[in-house]
């Protein structure tokens, strides 16, 4: 940064020194937050061109570093204000050898496409495991799918009249847990709709993210918009994965405006209620909200059976009543939500079976080691590691996220952060979030307690090893 200061003094002496000052004292604590090294890689690096008075106007050397800083250090600009507390106003923007470079593609050169993934044909109504409590859900999609194919082959007058069909809420809202079928009724909705002649965007949240990133990055942001907004309808599926993006977050927002004011269907999966999304702009969740929000269950266990043979015979790998009746027992023993695993195992099957091999429960545990473990892991939460840790040292778990700086309450609130961070793999900033600290204060809190593990002449080492012995108890 000191570096950039000279540049910028030789460069151009008429630069508001105050407001200078105020860039460089807001990257000083910006550092804190998010690391020194991301600092001076992604911010510092923005070119000062103008500084006036309470007034910044930056320079990125690319679309991409341009999304970064809109990404992750717009959010905090408020934090950027001058010695009497005004906030200093930031402009980006991005160079002209970028905007050349961004510009049309050079002949030859590949065009900017938005690519998807295949759906998967076997994911229709017809094979979706119906059970009661979903009954509600799945004639609101077929109802959905006959009016919008109804729409497409009828004059839209026609459809006003008082016998006509009634428009389905918009938006429609499903969640539920892992291995509920969020995705798999928005891809038997799509199937449909598709073969009624209807133009569907589908994909999860994490796609839409890669779209708009890979568009801004390729100045392509006309393209990206005319498929999103000009859709008949709109899926998205995993919606609680667009947290902290907030550039993603905007497109969305007027994604959405756009599609609902042109009365187009728009269907959102996600694995909890709107008002329990976390890291997502409220108007965006109460937008969620206008239509109609239903919850999806997954199946029970005593239906596993009937499951499995289902997913055996579309998939045209026929199982034995006794190999059904092993994979149902390792199955109830090691997963609570099993329709997922269920189909990569018998994948799995039919790429390493062969006559001389015995199915065995051995061999299916081997073909299952991954996943067995994965769901081991996913067992233990922060929420558990918390309310072991709080009742280790005879404390509440609330104790461990007050900001009472007593010795009692901060080393198991350090210890807790380094549970978590050891066995969850979380990064900083989210275990950050979890105590209402920033993520330099966990990443100083996990280095603390590995030092005192390390120190024999302080008894945390043993502390930590009972508290680990109670949190294996759960992966048992």
């Not at 009497?84 to 991005?94: H, P």
């Not at 969620?288 to 009937?306: A, C, N, R």
């Not at 979890?434 to 005192?452: A, D, G, I, P, Y």
Request: charged fraction near 25%; charge should be positive.
């Amino acid at each position: 940064m000191d570096e950039q200061e000279k540049d910028v003094t030789k460069e151009n002496c008429s630069l508001d020194k105050t407001t200078v000052d105020a860039w460089h004292q807001f990257l000083k604590r910006l550092g804190q937050q998010l690391g020194k090294e991301t600092v001076d890689r992604w911010v510092a690096t923005l070119h000062i061109k103008k500084a006036g008075y309470r007034r910044l106007t930056l320079e990125a050397k690319d679309s991409f570093q341009a999304l970064w800083f809109e990404e992750h250090v717009r959010p905090k600009i408020g934090a950027c204000v001058d010695p009497m507390g005004a906030s200093i106003r930031v402009t980006l923007q991005t160079g002209s050898s970028v905007a050349k470079r961004t510009g049309k593609p050079k002949k030859g050169s590949d065009q900017f496409k938005l690519h998807f993934r295949d759906l998967d044909p076997t994911q229709t109504f017809e094979t979706f495991h119906v059970q009661q409590e979903n009954l509600l859900v799945i004639k609101l999609l077929d109802e959905m799918c006959s009016h919008l194919r109804a729409t497409k082959i009828k004059d839209l007058s026609s459809l006003a009249a008082p016998d006509s069909v009634q428009a389905p809420p918009n938006p429609i809202y499903v969640y539920g847990p892992t291995g509920s079928g969020k995705t798999h009724l928005l891809t038997s909705s799509a199937l449909r709709l598709q073969k009624a002649g209807l133009t569907v965007a589908i994909a999860r949240a994490e796609l839409f993210t890669e779209h708009v990133v890979r568009a801004i990055r390729a100045g392509e942001m006309a393209k990206f918009r005319q498929f999103w907004r000009n859709c008949d309808v709109l899926m998205l599926d995993d919606v609680h994965l667009l947290a902290r993006k907030s550039t993603t977050q905007e497109e969305f927002f007027h994604t959405f405006n756009t599609l609902h004011v042109a009365g187009k269907q728009i269907l959102l999966a996600a694995n909890c209620q709107p008002g329990q999304l976390q890291f997502i702009e409220p108007r965006l969740v109460s937008r969620f909200e206008w239509g109609l929000v239903l919850p999806l269950h997954s199946p029970p266990k005593k239906q596993f059976i009937h499951l499995l043979e289902q997913k055996a015979s579309l998939l045209k790998f026929p199982l034995s009543p006794a190999i059904i009746q092993e994979i149902s027992l390792l199955f109830s023993s090691s997963f609570t939500s099993a329709v997922r695993a269920l189909e990569t195992l018998i994948l799995r099957l039919r790429l390493s079976t062969s006559t001389t091999k015995k199915l065995n429960s051995g061999v299916l545990k081997d073909l299952l080691a991954d996943l067995i473990a994965q769901e081991k892991f996913s067992a233990l939460t922060p929420d558990k590691i918390l309310s072991i840790t709080a009742e280790s040292y005879g404390i509440t778990r609330q104790d461990l996220l007050l900001r009472s700086q007593n010795r009692e309450f901060v080393l198991p609130r350090q210890v807790a952060m380094y549970l978590v961070r050891k066995h969850l793999k979380l990064p900083y900033m989210k275990i950050g979030d979890l105590f209402q600290k920033n993520h330099s204060t966990v990443m100083s809190s996990v280095r603390h307690v590995e030092k005192m593990i390390s120190d024999t002449s302080t008894d945390v080492g043993s502390s930590i090893a009972s508290i680990e012995i109670n949190l294996s108890e759960i992966h048992a």
